[in-house]
């Protein structure tokens, strides 16, 4: 048998066949972050609230027992692992990994651009847990969460995008991904304070 050391000894473990559908899972996008990219600190001061957010529907999907998935950009160390890059994300003060860090029953997905299903094994992953629709939350509203948005509706996934869990560096820039997803992709955008988690996970999907 093959045996796991290190971090790795932490992380969660997918069925080894597809599990029954009738699972949500949350998407938690690129908040582990150095916030050292231009324009960082105007997505930063949002992430902070955006966090908050966050934190309350990951609470709602572990008391009903539905994954979690952290889906990050790599930063361009292509040798990376999640250890690694949380470590390197508080190396210095950073508010919104520091309330926001991956616990061990999560899962955590590395991705080389800017969609978490291109080229990474999101793909695989959520049939093996019996996903069949998604929340998108994290950074940046109008990129990262924009393109995972559009290969998920590509995969028939009912997505909720709330949109007081993504942010962008402009409130107009927000506002037009958010109306393209809506529009164009079919994604509930209300906020969670005008859509209960727990409504939407009980919602009838066909």
């Known amino acids: 048998m093959q045996t796991r050391t290190g971090d790795q000894d932490k992380a969660p473990l997918a069925p080894a066949r597809d599990h029954d559908c009738g699972r949500s899972a949350l998407l938690i996008i690129d908040m582990i972050n ?87 094994n999101l793909p695989v992953l959520l049939p093996k847990l019996g996903v069949d629709r998604l929340v998108l939350t994290g950074i940046a509203t109008d990129i990262c969460v924009l393109f995972t948005a559009a290969d998920a509706h590509m995969r028939d996934y009912p997505l909720w995008v709330p949109r007081n869990a993504v942010a962008a560096e402009t409130a107009k820039h927000d506002q037009w991904a958010l109306s393209i997803m809506e529009k164009s992709m079919a994604a509930q955008t209300a906020s969670t304070q005008d859509l209960d988690v727990e409504t939407w996970l009980d919602k009838a999907w066909t």
């Open 34 to 120: 150095c916030f050292d990219f231009p324009g960082a600190e105007k997505v930063q001061a949002k992430a902070i609230f955006v966090a908050e957010a966050i934190l309350g529907i990951r609470a709602a999907f572990e008391r009903r027992g539905q994954p979690v998935i952290y889906v990050n950009d790599n930063f361009g160390e292509w040798h990376s692992e999640r250890s690694r890059l949380v470590e390197r994300a508080l190396s210095h003060p950073n508010p919104v990994v520091e309330k926001l860090q991956p616990r061990d029953e999560d899962y955590f997905v590395l991705k080389p651009q800017f969609s978490g299903f291109y080229a990474t």
